[in-house]
C-alpha cells in the first residue's frame, strides 16, 4: 500500500474496464482520474468512477463479518465466520453430500479479475460440489454457447477498424461508453453506422440509418438479411466454399423469411431491411456489435448467437481486421481446476446439456433459472449457498418468487460490501473488498486484447478479498494439500507459471497493463475448433441434441401476436434494463453524489400513448403485468415507439422485476424473458 502518490489501475465498477489514475494522500484516495494511457479508454473515465473516492468509504459499507441472530446482525470474528461455516459444510456434506452446496456469483465477481472465482471453482471442486452458478444465466452465456456451437468459440466485432458498424440492443454511452467513444472517432474516419433498437439511443440519433426494432424480434430480422444477401448473390461465395458447412441448407431455410414478413414480425419497414442487408453485404470489412444480453434475454434471443456470426460468415467478415475476430488470450496457464474430484453431475445439466458441456469440453457453468422452483420443492437438494456480489431479489426475473425460494435454504453466505434484501436473508455476511483494495490480474478482449494486474491501494476495515475467504476456508476445511499458497498472490503467480508474464513483471514493469498482439487469419489458415473445422451454418450437433439445426425465430411468449387474448387487458409492450452512466445493475443508489443527479427511477412512455391513458410528463404511474404491478415516475418520450414501455431495473422503489417472470424461453439454454412482455398503465390512484 502506499500513502502518497498516484497508482495506475483499471476500474471494475462495470464491464468498461477503463484505466484510472488514482491519487493517494495520507493513505486515502482523493482522487480518480482517467488513464492517458490505457488502450481501451485512453483517458475517460465516466461520472461512476470519478465517485470511487467516496465510494470507497461510504458510511454504509459493511467493513466487519457479521452473523444474523434472532433477527438482528451481530459482529463477528473472521474466525468465528470462517469456524461457522466450515463446521457447517463439512456437517452437510456428510448428511446430504457435496451437491448439497451451491455458490452462485454476481458480475462484480468476475469484473474484479481472476483469481476470487478460480479459487472458489477449485474449492468446490475439491468440497465435490459441481453447482457453480452464476449471474450468466441469465446474462451474456446463451450468446456464448451458441457462438460456440456455430464457431467453435466465441469472438468479438473489431469494430474499430470497420467500415460499417452495426449496433444491436446497446445504448452504449451508457452502458459501455469507452465503445461508444470509438464508434463515434470511427464515423470521423468516414465509417457508416446503422444502430438497431426499441429506443432511438444517442448513437440511434447520429446513425446513418435506424431501425427501431419491435423487442424480442432481431432473430428475425437476421433471417431477413441473409434471404436479401443470399438470393440477390450479395454474398462471399470463395469464404462460404472455404470456410462453411450447410450453406444450401440455410440458403433454402432462409427463403421462409422474406422481407415482407420480416418486415410485419420486426416492424421495420421493407426498404430499410433491404437496405441494411445490402450495406452490410457490400461495404467491407463490417462487423456487428451486440449488447451485453439485451438480445439474449428472450425467447429466440439466444439464436441471436447463431444470426449474427453467420451474417459475419457469409459476407467474409470473418478473422480480418474490422470483422469478427478471435479473442487473444495468455499463451499457456496452470490449470486451476481439479474437475476429477467431482462425482455428481451439476443441477439441470440434463435440461440444458449444451450449457454444460459441448464436444467433449466444459462450457464453465450451467443454467439456474429454475432454482425458485427447485427450492421450493419437496426435492429441493440444496442446504447450503454461498451468494456473492448479486442481488438477485432485485436483478431476478420474479422477485417475489425468488424471495420466497431463497427462504427455504437452510444456510446462506452473503459475500458483498453492502447489506441489500438477499443478503437481509443470509445467515453469515463477509465483508469483499472493493477493487480499488485487492491485487487481481484483468484480460480484457472487448475493444483490443489487453491484460493489467491490478495492486491493492487501500485497506477498509477488516474486508477482504474474496480469494483469501475460499483460500482459508479450504484450510480450515482441511484441504492444505490443494490449497498450498499463503495469499491471493502467489496463486496468481502459480496460475500465470507457463504463461510469457508474471505478477512482479507486470505491476513493476507495466504498471499500466499490457496489450496482446492480435493476430489475423489463424482461422482461416488453421480450421475453426468446430467438429467440421469450418463454420457450422447448419448444426448437426444442434439436431442430434433435438434442436433446430438452423436458425429460428419464435414469438415472445408474451407479446400481441402470441397473445392477442391478453392485449385487451395488458395492450403495451414492457421492455426492461435500459442502462444509466450513473448506476450498474442495482449499484451505486447509495453514492449521494450520484443519486443527487438521478434521485428515482422513470418509465419512458411516448407521448401519444401517455396521452392515451390521461398520463402527463412527471406523474406517477402504475404499470401492471400478470406477475404484479409497480408505481413508477413517467417520463415522456419520443425516443420510444407509441405502445413501449421501458423501465429500468435495479431500482428498491420501483423493483422492474416484480413484473417479469423466470419462465425460461429459450430451449437450448434455458435462459428467461426480460425484454419483451405485455403490460398496461394507467395513472397512479
Ligand atoms: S465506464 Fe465508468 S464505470 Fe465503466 S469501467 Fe469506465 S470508468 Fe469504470
Known amino acids: 500500500m502506499i500513502t502518497d502518490g498516484v497508482v495506475k489501475t483499471s476500474c471494475a465498477l462495470c464491464t468498461g474496464r477503463c484505466g484510472l489514475n488514482v491519487h ?67 456437517e452437510n456434506k456428510i448428511k446430504y453430500g457435496p451437491e448439497a452446496l451451491m455458490s452462485f456469483i454476481g458480475l462484480p465477481v468476475f469484473l474484479d479479475g481472476v483469481p476470487g472465482w478460480m479459487m472458489l471453482r477449485r474449492f468446490l471442486d475439491v468440497y465435490g460440489s459441481p453447482n457453480y452458478f452464476s449471474v450468466d444465466s441469465m446474462c451474456y452465456r446463451p450468446r456464448l454457447v451458441l457462438y460456440y456451437l456455430t464457431m467453435g468459440q466465441l469472438m468479438r466485432p473489431e469494430v474499430q477498424n470497420s467500415k460499417l458498424m452495426v449496433i444491436v440492443g446497446s445504448d452504449a454511452d451508457n ?106 453485404a457490400t461495404i467491407k470489412p463490417a462487423s456487428i456489435y451486440q449488447g451485453f444480453n439485451s438480445l439474449d434475454e428472450t425467447t429466440s434471443g439466444a439464436q441471436s448467437g447463431r444470426g449474427i456470426p453467420m451474417l459475419h460468415a457469409i459476407t467474409g467478415n470473418m478473422d480480418i481486421p474490422g470483422g469478427l475476430v478471435p479473442r487473444m488470450m495468455l499463451k499457456a496457464v496452470s490449470n486451476v481446476r481439479l474437475e476429477h474430484m467431482i462425482k455428481g453431475r451439476a443441477l439441470w445439466e440434463d435440461k440444458y446439456p449444451l450449457m454444460y458441456k459441448l464436444w467433449g469440453r466444459p462450457m464453465g457453468e450451467g443454467q439456474m433459472m429454475d432454482l425458485p422452483d427447485l427450492l421450493q420443492s419437496d426435492k429441493n437438494p440444496i442446504k447450503a449457498m454461498v451468494i456473492e456480489c448479486t442481488n438477485p431479489l ?29 443478503a437481509e436473508l443470509a445467515h453469515i455476511f463477509l465483508p469483499t473488498q472493493g477493487p480499488l483494495e485487492k491485487s487481481d490480474f484483468c484480460i480484457d478482449n472487448r475493444i483490443t486484447p489487453y491484460i493489467m494486474m491490478k495492486k491493492p491501494i487501500v485497506q477498509i476495515g477488516e474486508c477482504w478479498h474474496d480469494a483469501t475467504f475460499w483460500l482459508q476456508l ?43 498482439e492480435m493476430k489475423y487469419g489463424t482461422l482461416l489458415k488453421n480450421g475453426f475448433p468446430t467438429p467440421s473445422g469450418k463454420v457450422e451454418l447448419y448444426s448437426e450437433t444442434m439436431w442430434q441434441f433435438g434442436y433446430d439445426p438452423l436458425p429460428t425465430y419464435k414469438e415472445p411468449y408474451e407479446s400481441p401476436v402470441s397473445r392477442p387474448d391478453l392485449t385487451k387487458e395488458y395492450p403495451l409492450i414492457l421492455t426492461t ?109
Open 24 to 90: 493517494v494522500r495520507d493513505g486515502k484516495i482523493v482522487k480518480v482520474e482517467g488513464m492517458p494511457e490505457h488502450p481501451i479508454s485512453r483517458g475517460y473515465i465516466c461520472p461512476k468512477a470519478e465517485t470511487l473516492p467516496e465510494q470507497v468509504y461510504l458510511p454504509d459499507r459493511i467493513i466487519h463479518p457479521m452473523k444474523r441472530e434472532n433477527g438482528s446482525w451481530k459482529r463477528i470474528s473472521w474466525d468465528e465466520a470462517l469456524d461457522t461455516i466450515a463446521n457447517k459444510l463439512k
Open 175 to 280: 452502458s459501455y461508453p469507452p465503445m461508444a467513444n470509438l464508434i463515434r472517432e470511427n464515423q470521423k474516419k468516414g465509417s457508416k453506422l446503422i444502430v438497431i433498437d426499441p429506443r432511438k439511443t444517442a448513437l440511434a440519433k447520429d446513425a446513418d440509418m435506424f431501425l427501431q426494432i419491435r423487442p424480442g424480434t432481431d432473430p428475425a430480422l437476421w433471417l431477413g438479411m441473409m434471404n436479401v444477401i443470399i438470393s440477390e448473390g450479395l454474398y462471399d461465395g470463395e469464404f462460404v466454399e472455404k470456410h462453411t458447412i450447410g450453406f444450401d441448407m440455410l440458403a433454402e431455410h432462409v427463403k421462409e423469411y422474406p422481407v415482407e414478413k420480416v418486415a410485419r414480425i420486426t416492424w421495420i419497414s421493407e426498404e430499410q431491411i433491404r437496405t441494411a442487408a445490402r450495406l452490410f
Open 394 to 422: 432485485m436483478t431476478w426475473p420474479d422477485s417475489n418468487k425468488v424471495a420466497k425460494a431463497l427462504k427455504q435454504v437452510e444456510f446462506i453466505v452473503y459475500m458483498g460490501q453492502y447489506m441489500n434484501s438477499t
Open 474 to 516: 479450504a484450510k480450515r476445511m482441511g484441504y492444505e494439500e490443494y490449497f498450498p499458497w499463503n495469499n491471493s498472490d502467489e496463486f496468481i503467480d502459480y496460475w500465470l507459471e507457463p504463461s510469457e508474464v508474471t505478477f512482479k513483471m507486470l505491476t513493476e514493469e507495466k504498471p499500466e497493463g499490457m496489450p496482446l
Open 577 to 685: 434494463g435500459q442502462r444509466n452512466i450513473l448506476f450498474l445493475h442495482s449499484q451505486m443508489r447509495n453514492a449521494p453524489t450520484l443519486r443527487a443527479k438521478c434521485p428515482e427511477p422513470l418509465a419512458d412512455i411516448h407521448p401519444e400513448t401517455a396521452k392515451k391513458y390521461g398520463i402527463s410528463d412527471g406523474d406517477m404511474i402504475t404499470i401492471s403485468t400478470r406477475r404484479g404491478s409497480i408505481d413508477i415516475k413517467a417520463h415522456l418520450t419520443e425516443d420510444n415507439f407509441p405502445g413501449l414501455v421501458s423501465v429500468p431495473h435495479g431500482w428498491v422503489e420501483a423493483n422492474v422485476n416484480i413484473l417479469t417472470y423466470t419462465r425460461p424461453a429459450d430451449p437450448v439454454t434455458g435462459v428467461p424473458n426480460m425484454k419483451a412482455m405485455l403490460c398496461k398503465v394507467e395513472k397512479k390512484k
